[in-house]
């Protein structure tokens, strides 16, 4: 059984936490997944800069989403790491994620987190890497 966008749209929802953030998938194929955010207020450390911990949200669940088009739907980050290169106050944070290597149920998958200001313009924000393996089933 192949899944698709509406698949991932409907696991995406039935997150409470990504609800909670306003989180949305744009993207689910094999070629790449992404994850999107609006930035708001509520997603700014005391400085006004997003928090850490969004970034390491959107790494985690943007390689998980990705290894699941390498492993199937049930399955559990193992694990997760989080490189950030660049604050940012506004636009929407956008996670590209990538599966690097897939075999024996465990696939590992490279993201990128970039804000994409209204005019279009891309900053890079974070880099990241997570590890997933598969639960049983499809």
Do not use: K
Not at 99 to 105: I, L, N, P
């Amino acid at each position: 059984m192949t899944l698709g966008l509406s698949d991932a749209v409907a696991v995406l929802a039935a997150q409470p936490f990504s609800r909670l953030l306003g989180t949305r998938v744009t993207r689910f194929d094999t070629e790449g997944v992404v994850l999107e955010l609006d930035i708001a207020d509520q997603h700014r450390q005391q400085a006004g800069l997003v928090h850490g911990g969004v970034y390491a949200y959107l790494v985690d669940n943007a390689a998980a989403f990705a290894a699941g088009t390498a492993i199937g739907p049930r399955l559990v980050s193992t694990n997760t790491s989080l490189t950030l290169v660049n604050g940012v106050r506004e636009g929407t944070l956008r996670a590209h994620a990538v599966v690097q290597h897939a075999e024996r149920g465990q696939a590992v998958c490279m993201v990128t987190v970039s804000a994409v200001a209204p005019d279009g313009t891309e900053t890079v924000c974070a880099l990241g890497q997570g590890t997933a393996v598969a639960t049983g089933g499809r």
